[in-house]
């Protein structure tokens, strides 16, 4: 069966919200096994020279092992960065079907832009960009099987990096 824009869309959104509810399993649960889940580092270069991404230079390139390794270790009290839980909004918008190669799987682009708040602070991070994602259907559930994240800051405006993008 055919993934429909409006199934693209709603499976965004619904990640959106599990993360920002901090539904971790359940947000695995969208995640494919063969999942690779990447951030290439970003540089700044001049003007006329090549890509300012460096593809083979990451701040993290992970699996579906080591994405519930992390889950895992939210619910243990050697999670300091995340006691108290972070609280995040989720943003998603200029969501567009780039490659639509087999009628089971598409590659998404989309803008992002995250809001974090920490404690009692009233200042929050954030931090924004463009995802490609491939979304593909196994046994009918819509799965996430590689996503490619391409923050427009060069320097990482975070303390650390404990949230899902």
């Not at 919200?17 to 540089?43: C, F, S, T």
């Not at 300091?80 to 998603?92: A, G, K, L």
């Not at 046994?139 to 490619?148: F, H, M, N, V």
């Amino acid at each position: 069966m055919d993934i429909s824009y409006e199934d693209v869309v709603q499976f965004l959104f619904r990640e959106a919200a599990l993360l920002d509810q901090r539904e971790y399993e359940a947000w695995l649960a969208l995640l494919d096994e063969g999942i690779r889940y990447r951030m290439p580092v970003r540089v700044t270069r001049d003007f006329g020279e090549s890509d300012d991404f460096i593809d083979d230079m990451t701040f993290f390139d992970e699996t579906k092992r080591s994405l519930q390794t992390r889950v895992e270790r939210f619910r243990t009290t050697s999670a300091w960065s995340e006691n108290p839980p972070t609280r995040t909004r989720h943003i998603v918008s200029n969501i567009r079907v780039v490659n639509r190669e087999r009628p089971d799987a598409v590659q998404v682009a989309s803008y992002f832009l995250i809001l974090r708040s920490i404690r009692d602070s009233s200042e929050s991070a954030h931090i924004f960009g463009e995802r490609v994602d491939t979304i593909h259907r196994v046994d009918g559930q819509l799965k996430l099987a590689e996503r490619t994240i391409y923050l427009d800051q060069t320097v990482f405006p975070m303390l650390n990096l404990s949230i899902f993008i």
